[in-house]
């Protein structure tokens, strides 16, 4: 089936760098993307999302990028804090009419170093 | 803070016993979906209610059951446990149902 995945399972940068987080993707009608922050013990935190019709968006501290020619999505977090360290997900929503329920892909576990 | 909230936070149950989780959306909100989150997986979807009727549910067995109230919270209920439903199940709760999901703090379960 289709799904999302990520291609690196950990990343670790240096307080103060910037991060990539990246994200494959395989279903080409998925039209809409999240980005999900989870620490330890806690539930997914919302950090920031996409639609299909943009190609990149910005928050505070964090970019989304979107390529629907290769499918890939990334992360940017500026100037990286130690209380990025989490685990970050990709979602996409795909589907009409009935549930648009996320799938989200396996994680990449961000830890930020002193 | 999400405004959703669940219970209990934690439970331990044996195998064959059932199970009812709890969730209260966020204000406003009336479409609820379950997760499991199985320990270092992203979490895998089980169904989702909007305006109390089940909207669409993923590839979980029937032991696994929920339904929506008037005020848009929810239960999940899962009968005949097994083993391998140990895992953190998390509720989110959204405007309508496509729209961004906001999460709980999720429901520890682990089944001995």
């Known amino acids: 089936g289709e799904s999302v995945g990520l291609h690196l399972p950990t990343l670790s940068v240096q307080e103060g760098d910037n991060s990539i987080i990246n994200c494959a993707y395989s279903n080409s009608a998925s039209d809409y993307f999240i980005w999900y922050k989870q620490e330890s013990g806690k539930g997914p935190q919302f950090i920031i999302d996409i639609r299909s019709n943009m190609d990149k968006r910005q928050g505070q501290r964090v970019t989304v990028l979107l390529n629907k020619t290769v499918k890939h999505l990334s992360l940017q977090i500026a100037a990286t804090q130690p209380g990025d360290s989490a685990v970050y997900f990709c979602a996409e929503i795909l589907g009409s009419g009935s549930a648009r329920q996320l799938t989200f892909g396996s994680g990449t576990q961000l830890t930020v170093l002193p | 803070e999400t405004g959703v909230t669940q219970s209990p936070t934690h439970l331990i149950k044996t195998r064959g016993q059932q199970v009812t989780l709890r969730c209260s959306s966020q204000s406003g909100h009336n479409t609820v979906s379950w997760y499991q989150q199985a320990l270092g997986q992203g979490p895998q979807f089980i169904f989702q209610y909007y305006r109390e009727e089940e909207n669409g549910r993923g590839n979980f067995p029937p032991r696994f059951s929920g339904l929506q109230f008037p005020n848009y919270s929810s239960e999940l209920n899962v009968n005949a446990l097994e083993l391998d439903d140990s895992a953190l199940y998390l509720c989110?709760?959204?405007?309508?149902?496509?729209?961004?999901?906001?999460f709980g703090p999720g429901t520890r379960l682990t089944v001995l």
């Open positions: 989110a709760s959204s405007w309508e149902s496509g729209d961004t999901q906001y």
